[in-house]
Nanobody, 124 residues
């Protein structure tokens, strides 16, 4: 498994941007599909974005498509989530996770390493 630590959350006004980072330990970061997930109070944890091991393929939830961008740096062992045009519905705890799989379309159950989460709050 890989250890993950998120950072970059905070309180922002609607329309503004935030950039989340997730630093991974270990020397096999490039062998993991990475994902960002979020969980709002009283709701299930949902996928936000995923990125392939090489970083060339990405997937987004419909609710964030065109506003969020996932990227990774396999030298720095870090995955990022650039969040633009934030709105109050984006308020949640954001988690990064790693899946030891070759498929970017893996189910949430395939993600076996999780960070501790970082709070994002968007005020109207």
């Amino acid at each position: 498994q890989v250890q993950l630590v998120e950072s970059g959350g905070g309180l922002v006004q609607a329309g503004n941007s935030l950039r989340l980072s997730c630093a991974a330990s270990g020397r096999t970061f490039s062998s993991y599909v990475m994902g960002w997930f979020r969980q709002a109070p009283g709701k299930e944890r949902d996928v936000v974005a995923r990125i392939s091991r090489s970083g060339t393929v990405t997937r987004y939830a419909d609710s964030v498509k065109g506003r969020f961008t996932i990227s990774r740096d396999n030298v720095k062992n870090t995955v990022y989530l650039q969040m633009d045009s934030l709105n109050p519905e984006d308020t949640a705890v954001y988690y990064c996770a790693a899946a030891a799989t070759s498929s970017i379309d893996s189910a949430i159950g395939d993600y076996n390493s999780w960070g501790q989460g970082t709070q994002v709050t968007v005020s109207s």
